[in-house]
């Protein structure tokens, strides 16, 4: 089992700046492949950008058009941490973000790409 832990999450003014961490624990020699989704009020989980390694390749990183140019998600080996730059925040960026991770080497884009969860962090702009 892998245990994903989030933090950072909080209040900020549009234009503002966030960073989420997500902490990896248990078998995470496992992992190949972490990423951020988010799911605001009566809308469905969204993807937001993941990271795989592996395979023989570099890290290989994929986002998701919403946040292309203001987020960034980089990873910690040593620390078994990923974490999520979030840069001119919007309003609508708003939402409940989750961190996921998967045993495959491809950055998914599904929810059901992902065994482990963690529990959210919540993220709120204000206008």
């Known amino acids: 089992q892998v245990q994903l832990v989030e933090s950072g999450g909080g209040l900020v003014q549009a234009g503002g700046s966030l960073r989420l961490s997500c902490a990896a624990s248990g078998r995470t020699f496992s992992v190949y492949a972490m990423a951020w989704f988010r799911q605001a009020p009566g809308k469905e989980r969204e993807f937001v950008v993941g990271i795989a390694w592996g395979g023989g390749g570099g890290d290989r990183t994929y986002y998701g058009d919403s946040v292309k140019g203001r987020f960034t998600i980089s990873r910690d080996k040593a620390k078994n941490t990923v974490y999520l730059q979030m840069n001119s925040l919007k309003p609508e960026d708003t939402a409940v973000y989750y961190c996921?991770?998967?045993?495959?080497?491809?950055?998914?884009?599904?929810?059901?790409?992902?065994?482990?969860w963690g529990q959210g962090t919540q993220v709120t702009v204000s206008s």
């Open positions: 996921a991770a998967d045993r495959s080497v491809r950055v998914g884009i599904l929810a059901y790409d992902y065994d482990y």
